[in-house]
């Protein structure tokens, strides 16, 4: 494990690389600081299926911790439609598509103003409108 010298901003949109590595759809991450006192960042995202997200979810916690960064709580692993890791000042959503568009999370976070410009393509779901 080694020492973490990335800001809280630079490990969110690192743990976005992450995902879209896995092909995650639909990355978003937000600076919610002037929301609300749970976090600082959020990452939101969508897979395919539970098997995708359970792996997004393996995938990122391996890579976080070896940043240093520990995992403080996870909740939804074992049905994988929506997993949250909560890594401090930095929370991760790991939707399946279907649970993603019921919950909309986009819709209480995403003010206009906050959405963090990430350095790499992100892909979308082709079939789902989307106005976030």
């Known amino acids: 494990m080694q020492e973490n010298k990335l800001t809280d901003q630079e490990l969110a949109v690192e743990a976005a690389k992450v995902l879209d590595e896995k092909k995650a759809r639909d990355i978003m991450v937000l600076d919610v600081r002037h929301l609300t006192v749970i976090c600082d960042y959020m990452v939101i995202v969508s897979g395919r299926n539970v098997n995708q997200v359970r792996a997004m979810s393996d995938e990122l ?67 789902e409108p989307h106005d976030f």
């Open 61 to 127: 916690d391996e890579h976080m911790a070896q940043l240093g960064l520990e995992l403080r709580r996870i909740e939804g692993q074992n049905e994988a439609r929506w997993i949250v890791l909560d890594y401090g000042r930095i929370m991760v959503h790991l939707f399946n598509q279907q649970e993603r568009r019921y919950y909309h999370l986009e819709r209480l976070w995403d003010d206009g103003t906050n959405r963090i410009e990430l350095p790499f393509e992100t892909e979308t779901s082709p079939d």
